[in-house]
């Protein structure tokens, strides 16, 4: 496929000029906002992942053949809420979608850190509202992913490198919080996620949407 770029707005690749582009990058509000948003997200997604094996099979004796399932249905949550995704996009900026699918996850994350704080609901609370939480991924690693390049389109590329490079580097936060904090309950996960989609939330209140 040729390239698309326009050659004015192509850059000449050099080490020095993406290092330049990478301070760019983090000193730009705009950009940052939206990629913290989706950082701190993943921060908690990881802290599931991390986390659950211990939470559903050592905690709550799910057998590990099962375990897979219990992984999984958040999978077909996330897959339904993209396909939902793609039809929202054409009716609503895609600012609105990010700051009502993060409003949604931190209410499922709270939900999960009182549930796992104060023992009660058992494993069925908790694989609801991690179900909720995870489902809106859908939405939110899309739009905040799409309102981040938008805001730096000269420079996509590296901002989309830099995306990727903070949204999966996040789970080395999670394992090193889940590490250290770890009281042998479901609990540690359970605050972990709702301190992060706080933060995330917290980001997504800062934008500006588009009218």
Request: net charge positive.
């Amino acid at each position: 496929m040729p390239e698309t770029l326009p050659a004015e707005k192509r850059s000449q690749a050099s080490v020095t000029k993406a290092f330049h582009n990478y301070y760019a990058l983090l000193t730009n509000a705009k950009y940052m906002r939206f990629t913290l948003c989706l950082t701190f997200y993943y921060v908690a997604a990881y802290a599931f992942i991390t986390g659950s094996p211990f939470v559903y099979i050592t905690y709550f004796g799910v057998d590990p053949q099962h375990y897979g399932w219990l992984f999984a249905v958040n999978i077909v949550g996330l897959m339904a809420v993209s396909m939902v995704n793609r039809r929202l996009v054409h009716r609503y900026p895609l600012e609105a979608l990010l700051k009502n699918a993060v409003f949604i996850a931190t209410i499922a994350a709270i939900v999960l850190a009182i549930a796992t704080g104060l023992d009660v609901g058992g494993i069925t609370v908790i694989v609801g509202a991690v179900f909720v939480f995870f489902s809106m991924n859908g939405i939110i690693a899309a739009t905040s992913t799409a309102c981040a390049l938008d805001a730096v389109p000269n420079v996509a590329g590296s901002a989309s490198a830099l995306m990727g490079a903070l949204q999966y580097g996040s789970g080395i936060i999670s394992s090193l919080l889940l590490a250290l904090f770890s009281d042998s309950t479901p609990w540690t996960m359970g605050w972990i996620i709702a301190l992060f989609t706080a933060a995330s939330a917290l980001m997504a209140l800062t934008v500006q949407i588009k009218k």
